[in-house]
């Protein structure tokens, strides 16, 4: 059977009470730490950084007032706020219980305790503390990423197409409307879901991406809804679930197009009653979640041959999101091209490195099939190998890709299609304003009515 991988730390001056205590929790806990001497604990928890602390109210002979213990925990509290302390004693006293919980103890045993009380409490504690630690990632990510989307956005979106998509990304971000987000692989859907979260007032709870098209069967229900203790064999503790996580913030789902039709019902029960039912459960847990989904595919078409619960549709596109590839907004490519230049370079600590005018003619003739991402990789790749201050156009190793057989991705056609009948429409058959509200040159509207043979 496997073990938590959790720290435990026992602090007692009863030699005893530190073996048994020990004996107990290693058929659970990987990692056990026991001390004898309370003046040793700062220098342990700062050393070693255990995630459940166990400590003894009274260490002086006699003693039994449990102010030792209660001084010890403002000390681990003031030092380490994020401490996870069980106090435990031989005096039940409620008041004294009162009093640590209103310090920062999480929990209060009082000895000779039971081994399943003793383990359960640790348990516990541990997956409260693993919870917490997981949403405090989460937010200092999100921090990070609250920075580097504020000063990055202006600079790497320089097309009509691009600012139309942060405009509408950021107008529906005021409100609580679910959000599907259509494009190529590559092409910046999560960063858009991130810029969404940011600008809403959920900007300060979790954001939680949950990739669909990597989760297998089996694990669908536990990983999205959570379990309980015993719910199948290695369910050795409770676990959250995805969208408990994002309980009061935003859940972002990837690669939407990729469930199965029985997931596909069970995302439609809990996306409506914003609820759900953790595996092994007795009781239904709410969620207060903003839902963004995002796939490659064209749901339409998926509907239309029952491969799409259409209901499902309704529910995850209250606002639809087109994100146009990178061959189709050229002016994003040299500005995209320079943020990245400017990463790596200071990463890889190749400080100065520029690209040649041959290398920008280069990038911005080049169809990328691969979007902004095979632009990153592209650029990383060149900094990594290059020993010159200059990036050449061969430096680039780009591949061969011809342009007349190069176009967007297949599934983009039907609702591409839509886009641009409605566009010529609602501008009275003048191409250059239909172009415009659609984010993209005259020419390149020309080129798709060609390529689509509309007869507009």
Known sequence: MSKLSGRILIVDDDKDVLFTAQLALKSKFKDIRTEADPKRILNVIESWHPDVIFLDMNFAKGATTGQEGLFWLREIISKFPESHVILNTAYGDIQLAVEAMKLGAIDFLVKPWEKEKLLATAINTYQLRKSRKEVNELREKQSELNRIIGSATPLIFASIAMEKVIQTANKVAKTDASVLILGANGTGKELIAKQIHQQSNRANQPFIKVDLGALAESLFESELFGHKKGAFTDAHADKKGKFELADGGTIFLDEMANISPSQQAKLLSVIQNREIHPLGGEHSVQVDIRLICATNANLDLMVE??????????????????????????????????????????????????????????????????????????????????????????????????????????HKSDWEIKAIKKAVTEHQGNLSKAAASLGMGRTTLYRKIKKYQLAL
């Open 305 to 410: 041959k029952e491969e799409f619960r259409q209901d499902l549709q309704f529910r995850i596109n209250t606002i639809t999101i087109n994100i146009p590839d990178l061959s189709e907004r050229k002016e994003d490519v040299e500005p995209i091209a320079n943020h990245y230049l400017q990463l790596y370079s200071k990463k890889y600590n190749k400080p100065n490195i520029e690209f040649s005018s041959s290398a920008h003619g280069m990038m911005k003739d080049y169809p990328w099939p691969g979007n902004v991402r095979e632009l990153q990789h592209t650029i990383e790749r060149a900094i990594i190998l290059t020993d010159q201050l200059i990036i050449e156009a061969e430096d680039l190793a780009l591949k061969e890709v011809s342009t007349d057989t190069y176009e967007s991705p297949v």
